[in-house]
């Protein structure tokens, strides 16, 4: 049914008619709508499923592998430092082959204490063993819920459904919220791999040494293989099922002839791909690739997207989360990709690639900005790693003290008293 | 696409108020999105919220920073330096004041402001008479309905009637309707003059 629905809200309906028969999760902002409305959902008796309450989020995780391990259609959601605390378990669930889904309402994480949207938390768990699906918009996020639960059944591999947390999770815009008869025709019951049953007992989850470690590791690396040919499946029958695109490796935008291509995940390819019309408009031809799959990263069908003929000149990677020290994990990952599967630069020459951070900690990433940055990029003059609207008199300010003092005291504070300092007033 | 900016306090339903009118924009079948300027909101503390409005789907996830209205819940907030910022040319601004332009130090905006298109409506003490609780947003949409149109007063009450059931439905419609009344007799009067 279409509704103007808040986003948290469309994830919960839908993942309520996705039949989960445990869902087990701690609250966390901006996370906590979504399992307050199915916790609403189980109490009132529309939703027939164990509502598991637990003090943390490693004991989450850990119900959800136990239920899972007992054959059971399982969810939990987290965000930030939450998925943190249950890192330990999210390894666990990959590692035994658990098809439990996750929604990760992406968040910043601290230290400085921050509650605001971008991509670190997730980005921190990229190499768990999880597949890994972004959301452009609610409607998508609510849709890759029942791909997510397909997916991981049928591959006996837990997925986690990233979505902006508070662009997404928090507003309200339209999304057509699935009947019952339709997700149960595309998502048939779970039949699980392995069952932990009394009346036929299993071990799952024993030690393995040296002697079988790697070809455990192997299976897990050949069903994100599998994965790269499950997901535009499982998008093509979603398509023919509800009439949406959602889901799918990568989705092009603008890119056919593009000189410059953008390449992000999540909720900023909407702005991005505004900005982009705009630059068309200029006369610069531009284009954007959305990445809706991080892991498995699907190389080949980047490479087939970006023409393997013509490629785009250059190439501008948003990158929502900061490697420090290294730089854009988002980059680093696509300039691997674009070589072939010889690990040789393709023929036609690579093209020049800038990596800009933008929207850490929840700073608006602007159409202005934007506009301003690729315009630049299409002139030449993007240098090959920088930020987006970096206040940057407030970092020389601060590495001004560094070099002057000693005990210069907490970079973090010292920044805000400078900036309560030039912009007197209380903070919206 | 119409442009709203809500400015309030923490608990007056600013929030609220802002998927409201997306709701009411969602009837109309229109394409609506409303958010929240994300933070640790408290009670009594500034808060900003957004809604567009648009007759195609809306891809931006920007903050609202060229308003063709702002909605302003609580007087108080207007000498805060950065209630009016970008308002575009010829926008809308209504003010939950029973006070005139002189009482709320305005005189100067109001000199500037195409006449009609600022105006202020007493929505806390029409909730209070309707609702008994002085929560101005339906009234204030109310009044948005009459000032600027971006939505008919009818989906607005059908917006609220799906939002709150009971007393707190029919007093929040009632006091919407009141306030769409006496900004559509304002306009009139000011357009008389």
């Given at each position: 049914m279409l509704k103007q629905i808040e986003g948290s809200r469309a994830v919960a309906e839908t993942v309520a008619r996705c039949r989960p028969q445990v869902i087990c999760a701690y609250p966390i902002t901006p996370q906590t709508h979504i399992v307050e409305a199915l916790g609403t959902l189980v109490k009132n008796g529309d939703l027939n499923s164990a509502f598991i309450n637990v003090e943390s989020e490693f004991s989450a995780m850990s119900a959800v592998i136990g239920a899972s391990a007992t054959g059971a259609r399982t969810y939990t959601a987290t965000a930030s430092q939450g998925l943190l605390y249950m890192s330990e378990a999210v390894y666990n669930a990959a590692g035994l082959g658990l098809p439990v889904v996750m929604t990760v309402a992406n968040r910043a994480i601290g230290a400085p204490i921050n509650i605001w949207n971008d991509h670190s938390d997730a980005m921190s768990q990229r190499d768990a063993g999880w597949i890994q699906l972004y959301a452009e918009t609610s409607q998508e996020a609510a849709d890759l819920h029942i791909q997510a639960f397909l997916l991981a059944e049928q591959l006996s591999n837990p997925v986690m459904v990233c979505m902006d947390g508070f662009l997404l999770t928090h507003a309200s815009e339209r999304a057509d919220i699935p009947d019952q008869p339709e997700v149960d025709a595309f998502l048939p019951a779970y039949q699980p791999r392995q069952v932990l049953d009394p009346a036929d007992p299993v071990s799952i989850g024993a030690m393995v040494g040296p002697e079988a470690f790697t070809e455990v590791r192997y299976l897990a690396d050949q069903r994100m293989r599998q994965a790269l040919e499950l997901i535009p499946d499982i998008a093509a029958a979603f398509w023919r099922q509800f009439g949406r695109a959602s889901g799918g490796l990568v989705r092009p935008y603008r890119t056919a002839g593009a000189d410059l291509v953008v390449v992000a995940l999540g909720s900023v390819l909407g702005t991005v791909k505004d900005t982009v019309d705009q630059l068309r408009d200029d006369g610069i031809r531009a284009g954007v690739l959305g990445l809706t799959?991080?892991?498995?990263?699907p190389a080949q069908a980047i490479r087939e997207a970006l023409g393997d003929g013509h490629r785009p000149r250059r190439l501008v990677v948003i990158e929502r989360a900061l490697a420090p020290g290294s730089g854009g994990i988002v980059t680093a990952e696509l300039r691997a990709a674009l070589a072939d599967a010889d690990g040789r630069s393709c023929p036609a020459g690579n093209p020049i690639i800038s990596t800009v951070v933008a929207g850490l900690g929840g700073r608006p990433v602007t159409r202005k900005s934007l506009h301003e940055m690729l315009t630049g990029a299409a002139h030449g003059v993007l240098p090959p790693f920088s930020y987006l609207d970096l206040r940057t008199e407030l970092a020389q300010a601060e590495l001004a003290r560094i070099r002057a003092t000693r005990?210069?005291?907490?970079s973090a504070e010292n920044i805000l008293r400078d900036l309560s300092a030039t912009a007197p007033g209380p903070q919206g | 696409m119409f442009a709203v900016r809500f400015h309030g306090r923490g608990g007056q339903g600013v929030v609220t108020a802002a998927e409201l009118l997306a709701a009411a924009a969602f009837r109309e079948d229109r394409y609506a999105q409303a958010f929240p300027s994300f933070g640790s909101e408290r009670m009594g503390a500034p808060v900003t919220s957004f809604c567009r409005i648009d007759d195609k789907p809306i891809r931006t996830r920007e903050p609202?920073?060229?308003?063709?209205a702002l909605l302003i819940?609580?007087?108080?907030?207007?000498?805060?330096?950065?209630?009016?910022?970008?308002?575009?040319?010829?926008g809308y601004i209504l003010i939950n004041a029973a006070r005139d332009f002189t009482a709320l130090g305005l005189d100067d905006l109001a000199a500037r402001h195409e006449s009609g298109r600022l105006l202020t409506v007493p929505a806390a003490s029409l909730a209070m008479a309707h609702?008994?609780?002085?929560?101005p947003g339906a009234p204030m949409l109310g009044g948005l309905a009459a000032l600027a149109?971006?939505?008919?007063l009818d989906a607005v009450l059908a917006a609220i009637g799906e939002r709150f059931a009971g007393q707190v439905a029919a007093g929040n419609a009632a006091a919407a309707r009141a306030a769409f009344d006496y900004v559509t007799a304002e306009r009139k009067e000011l357009a008389g003059a």
């Open positions: 799959s991080f892991r498995p990263f005990r210069s005291g907490p | 609202v920073t060229e308003p063709d819940q609580d007087p108080t907030l207007l000498h805060q330096a950065d209630v009016f910022a970008g308002l575009v040319a010829g609702l008994g609780r002085p929560l149109g971006p939505v008919s």
